[in-house]
């Protein structure tokens, strides 16, 4: 009976998750369309510090995403605040993870000068370029690559490792 009760806390457990690949599918397009933002948003509302480090990196990058469409400097900071400190925080957890590394290098590149958070963008590019030959989940790297391919921060030389 118990074992029961515990394989249905699992899966109860497992729907309350989001599924890392729609997170990922989710916020490339929501970085484009508002309402995908405000949408993932709040489904990564309840992700907090216990959950799985790459949600919670995810849910930082939403978050300054938010401020991008926000209405209004304090909302601006409040969103993009929270961000920065979710995102840190995941990467402060889990610093050899790759995927965080590429998460705080997309918001870096596309955050405005004022707000002042670009100084880990050499060293996250050089951690992608040093770490990615090594990435076995293909998912991960395929997902990176295309990431790659449109940044700023790669020169064609260094796009055409990936």
């Known amino acids: ?3 029961i009760l515990l394989c249905f806390g699992l899966l109860f ?14 916020y490339r397009s929501a970085s484009e369309n508002q309402e995908e933002a405000e949408k993932l948003y709040t489904e990564l509302a309840s992700v907090s510090d216990t ?8 849910k930082g990058a939403t978050a300054t995403l938010m401020a991008k469409y926000a209405k209004g400097v304090s909302a601006k900071t409040a969103y993009f605040k929270e961000g920065k400190g979710l995102i840190e ?24 000068k004022i707000v002042r958070y670009h100084k ?9 370029l ?8 293909g998912e991960t790297k395929k ?10 921060s790669f020169s064609e030389a260094e796009k055409q490792l990936f």
């Open 89 to 112: 925080q995941a990467i402060s957890t889990a610093p050899d993870n790759i995927e965080l590394r590429y998460i705080r290098l997309s918001v870096q590149e596309n955050a405005p």
């Open 13 to 26: 457990i497992s729907f309350l998750s989001p599924d890392i690949s729609a997170v990922r599918a989710d």
């Open 120 to 128: 880990e963008i050499d060293e996250d590019k050089q951690f992608i």
């Open 51 to 58: 959950d799985e480090v790459l949600l919670l990196g995810y």
């Open 130 to 137: 040093d770490h990615y030959p090594n990435l076995k989940d």
């Open 143 to 152: 997902y990176i690559k295309g990431f790659v391919s449109q940044s700023a």
């Open 1 to 3: 009976m118990k074992s």
